[in-house]
C-alpha cells in the first residue's frame, strides 16, 4: 500500500512556509510541492531543494504560484497535476498571507487599497486556491485543508483594537473554513492559528516573537498529522488547543 502523502504548500519561499517545507521534505514519505510568487528569486527554497536532492531525494518540487493571480493559480494546478502524476493531493496549506504595514490601524482607520490587498491575499486567495484544488484532493488520501488563520480572527477571544483589518481578514477566513467543511463533510478542513512566531509578519508590529518557526511548525505538523473527520470546521491553535471562533 502506497504510504506517501502529498502537500501543497503555499508561501514557500520564507518564514513558516519555508519551515514547513523543510520540515516535510525531510521524510521520503512526504512529496511536498512549494509554491512562490518568483521561484527564481527564492534563494532559501532553492537552496533547499538542492540540499534534498544532495541527500538523494527528489520528493521536493518548486510550483510558481502568484496567489493574487486567477490566470497564475490555474496554472499552478496544471503544473502539480504533471508533478503528481496521476496522484492526489493529500493536504493542502493556505500558508500564504500578508499584515497591515500600518500595524495599528483601527476599526475607524482603514485605507480602502490597503484593506482590499489584505482581503485579496488572505480571504480570496484560499477560496479560490480551494475551488481549483479540488478535483485534486477528491484524488488524494487524506482530502485536507488547512487555511492558516490567527488568533486576532477570534472574534470571541481578541479584545485587542490594533490591527483591524488583518483581523477581520483572518474572521473571514475561518468562515470560508467552516462553510467548506459544512458543504463538504468527506473533506477535512481546519483553521489554524500558527501562534506568534519569529518571522517577518510575526514580528511586523514591533514585539518580539516567543515561538521559533521550528517550535509552530513542530506543533502544527503534529496536530495536522493526526486530524480526524470530528476535528474538522473548527478552529485551532499549533498547540491542540480549540479556539473560539
Known sequence: MDTTTTWLITGASRGLGLGLTRSLSASPSNIVIATCRN???ASELNALQADVRGRGQDNLRIVQLDVNDEASIRASVAAVERTLEGRGLDVLYNNAGIVSTAYLD????CDYGHMMAIL???VVA????GKAYLLLLDLGT???IVNVSSARGSIGGCLDVRNAVYSLSKSALNMLSHKQAIERPDLIVISLCPGHVQTDLGESGGAKAPLTVEESV?????LVQGLTHEQSGRFWQYNGKDLLW
Open 39 to 41: 521561484p527564481a528569486s
Open 218 to 222: 513542530a506543533g502544527q505538523l503534529h
Open 120 to 122: 485579496k491575499t488572505n
Open 126 to 129: 484560499p477560496a479560490l486556491l
Open 142 to 144: 487524506r482530502k485536507t
Open 106 to 109: 483601527g476599526a475607524f482607520d
